[in-house]
Each structure stands twice: as C-alpha cells, then as structure tokens.
C-alpha cells in the first residue's frame, strides 16, 4: 500500500513539543500558561482528527525526516493503529488541560509551570510513539515518555515523590536500554530493516532465522516494552502514585501505560507478525502469561484501602486485556483488544479525575473514610460509578464492548481457559468497585466529620470527569467509530 508524505504528521508531534516551550515562556502567570496548554492540546487534537478521512479511506500516511542508514530512519506513520491511540490521547489532553488547572490552583500546588511543561513533553512523546513508523523512532520517543514524566513523579519533592520517581524511571530505562536496545540491534542486523511491516500477517524477520532466537527476541520485546504493566516488572506504577492525580491520569490512562501496551502490540502485529506469532505458539503462551497479570493485579486491587493504590493495580490488570486480545490472534479478539486502548482510557481518566475531585474537596485519599460522600458529590460520584462499570463491563458502558469481543474471541480461538480467566477477572472487577459506589452513596460518614459537609470540587474539575463518564458510555452505544479503526488493524 503507497504512502502520502504528510507534514500533519511532523506538526501534529510538534504541537505539544512547542506549547511546552510556551508554557516555559509564559512563567509564572497562571491564565497565559494555562491558554498556551490549551492552545496546544486543541491544535495536536484538530490535527489528528484531519488525519482520520485519509486512514479510514484505507491510507497510510507517511512522512521521513531523515536517514542514518538504508532501512533505518526517523519516520513517522499514521495507520489505523496509531490512530485508535493518537485519537485518544490527543482528545484527552484537552480536558485534563482544564482539570489539572482546577487541580493545581485549588491545592495551591508549587512548580506549576513546570508541571504543566512536562506534562506538554509527555505528551509529545506519546504522540511521538503512536506515530512511529519503525522500532527506532518507537524507542526514541519511548525513552522521551520516560525521562519527561520524572519530574512529574517527583512533583512534591519529598523522600516519597522522589523514592517513587527512582523506581519508575529505574524500572522503564533499565529494561528498555536492557531489553529493547540489544534486540532492536540484533533485529535490524537479521532483516536489514526496523521498518515496521504494511500487514499484521508477515513481520519483518526474513525466514531461515532460527526459532529459538525469535522466541528469545520476542520476549525482550514483551518485557522491555515495562510500561505495559505485565508481572513482574509492574511494581513502578503504584510506586508512581506519589504523584498528583493529574499525573495519575496522564501516567495511568494517557500517556505511560498506554504508550506500553501500544508499543507491545506495535512490535508483536508488525515486527513479528501473526503468522510467526501462530507458528512458534508465540501468541496462546502470551495470553496465558498476561492472565496471571489479569487475575493477581485484581486479586491485590482488593486489598488496597488507598482509592489511587486501588485504581493503579486495576490498571495493572486492565492493560493486559488489550495484549491478551491481540496475543489471541482472531480478529474479533484483537479488535476487542485494540479498541479497549481508547475504551480504558476513557474510563480510567475518569476513575482517577474522581479521585482528585474527592481529594481537592475533601482531602480524603480512602475508601474506607469516603462514607456518605457520594450523597454530598453526586456528580463526581455518579461519573466514578459510570466509568467503574465499563471496568467491570456492564451495558451499555464502552467495557461491555471490549469485554464481549474478547469473550467472542476466546471462543473462537477455542481457548475456553481464557474465557474463564475473562469471567472471573470481570468478577473480580465487580467485588473492587462496587464497595467504592455502595460505600459512597448509602455509607454513613464517620461521626463529626467536618468533610461530610463539603460540596463537589470545582467546575474546572467536575466538567471533564462528567464529559469523559459521558464518552465512556457514547462508545458502549455508539462504538462503530473505534470498531471500524480496531477491525482495519487485523481484518
């Protein structure tokens, strides 16, 4: 398939790069900082979105900024693929523009220039790796995820803020220098190329290397790519809850984890291929493996009175749903999984801009002391109730599609084990969210609870999470938008 060049591209990763630099400029006045943000987040989304005429007509687009040597060069590439997260992404920025202000000012929070800098470099990483046309430009843009998201995970500058920081960019440098760099070396020196391939079937490794070697490639890949979330190498996101929840959205529905599963699944349709993935039984022992990070993820959320701790292993567990998705290899299970990429981050965003709201009004940080408070918070309440049961999959919320296509495609795999694996984690959704919605609507407050008495959050907070609640239940009714970009990947 011929690819057009396409300066949309280039722009669309330098909006973010270059409203970062405004925002640095603008200092310390809050509005003129705030507008820049704005600015750039509505200029990357209305680039992105003039994008989806060409990739939903069948298109890839292209467009090369340089060379270093024949088949590796700096590229980007928007395709059907990139677009499920690009559309996401960029959308989302422009809400959390608004809640991260309402966020900041309302707990006087320090650094905020620099805060909003780096959270304008998050995203141009992120972009950066939707839009990456081969592995080298993927780990390029992977490595500016992680090193502009420290200052973020150190916000408070506390022995908390920066032991967590440590552990986050220790965990994401270290496999990916230790496992995705020597493999990315090893895959270009074997096929010449770290082109990603124009069909999910082949993969760009040439036939006669020995099976062992893609197997060992393989899962450099799968580990290296740690801001997936998969156990073992998960301990860096509830370690970088020390963060403000803004960043906890960004790190936990956005930016992070999504660039993680994104990549992994990148490299596994387009590197390796579907073909070699079913050859080497690659893709059912994948599936398997992501199941214990599936059920053990859920069975700790349980556990967990802090409400962001609960959400963080939630999403533990809610990202190898999109891996075990495409592992599975039918096009029914890797449409479900691909379009559970936006499906999670709509929700989760939610999830945990609920959770700040709670905090900036009440500073109350668990379940246990949120008695009553839904009855004083309806809205903030009612979106986290919304968004929790597109996590469990309950019609008509977005989950509910996800989780039936994977269930549909576990079937057609014929691996009646994932199914239940499926059926059970839903479940175990169900016991960890439901105490959260029961909890604050018919607890009662602890006695003399001044909290009790307080109201919702600000506007500036309360408008996005009831907008992205509503989204998570538009795409449940109405998914054929993301459906139709998640079936072009694998038809």
């Not at 999504?258 to 994948?286: H, Q």
Request: proline share 5%; net charge neutral.
């Amino acid at each position: 398939m011929e690819a057009s060049p396409d300066i949309r591209l280039l722009l669309a990763i330098l909006a973010p790069l270059l409203g970062a630099g405004l925002v640095m400029a603008a200092g310390k006045r809050p509005n003129l900082r705030e507008g820049v943000s704005l600015l750039a987040a509505l200029v990357l989304f209305g680039l992105v979105a003039s994008l989806l005429p060409a990739v939903l007509a069948g298109e890839e687009l292209r467009y090369t900024l340089f060379e270093l040597l024949p088949g590796l060069s700096f590229t980007l590439r928007a395709d059907a693929l990139s677009m499920i997260f690009a559309v996401a992404a960029s959308f989302l920025w422009v809400l959390t523009v608004f809640y991260a202000a309402g966020y900041m000012r309302g707990l006087k929070e320090h650094a905020q220039t620099r805060f909003n800098t780096c959270f304008a470099l998050a995203i141009f990483g992120a972009i950066g790796c939707a839009f990456s046309d081969n592995l080298l430009t993927l780990y390029l843009f992977y490595e500016i995820v992680s090193v502009c998201t420290y200052p973020l995970v150190a916000h408070h500058q506390d022995g908390e803020g920066y032991e967590g920081a440590k552990k986050y960019l220790t965990y994401l440098t270290t496999t990916a220098k230790g496992l995705i760099l020597p493999a990315m070396v090893l895959i270009y020196v074997l096929s010449g190329t770290l082109d990603f391939a124009t069909e999910v079937q082949t993969g760009i490794l040439p036939a006669g290397v020995h099976n062992a070697v893609i197997v060992g490639l393989y899962v450099c890949c799968l580990l290296g790519f740690a801001k997936n979330g998969v156990m073992p190498l998960h301990n860096w996101l509830p370690s970088a809850m020390v963060a403000p929840t803004p960043v906890s959205a960004l790190l936990h529905a956005v930016a992070v984890v999504k660039v993680g599963v994104f990549s992994t699944v990148r490299v596994m349709l387009y590197v390796f291929g579907a073909d070699t993935m079913e050859r080497l039984n690659l893709g059912i022992a994948t599936a398997w493996f992501v199941s214990i990070t599936i059920l053990v993820g859920s069975i700790v959320a349980l556990s967990k009175d802090n409400l962001k701790a609960r959400l963080a292993y939630s999403t533990v567990s809610q990202l190898s749903y999109i891996i075990l998705g495409v592992a599975l290899l039918t096009p029914t299970a890797v449409a479900g999984g691909l379009i559970h990429i936006a499906i999670h981050a709509f929700a989760k965003i939610t999830l945990f801009f609920c959770a700040g709201a709670i905090y900036v009004a009440t500073h109350k940080k668990n379940i246990s002391e949120l008695g009553g408070l839904g009855r004083r918070m309806p809205w903030t309440f009612g979106a986290f109730a919304l968004a929790a049961l597109s996590m469990i999959g309950v019609p008509p919320v977005g989950g509910f599609i996800s989780k039936l296509y994977l269930l549909v495609g576990a079937l057609d795999a014929g691996t009646i084990g994932i199914l239940v694996v499926l059926i059970v984690s839903s479940i175990l959704n169900a016991a960890y969210f439901v105490p959260v919605i029961y909890h604050g609507f018919f607890g009662q407050p602890p006695a003399g609870d001044i909290a009790a008495h307080h109201g919702e959050a600000p506007l500036s907070m309360v408008i996005p999470l009831c907008l992205t609640a509503v989204i998570s239940v538009l795409i449940g009714v109405f998914p054929d938008f993301f459906m139709q970009l998640a079936s072009a990947v694998m038809p």
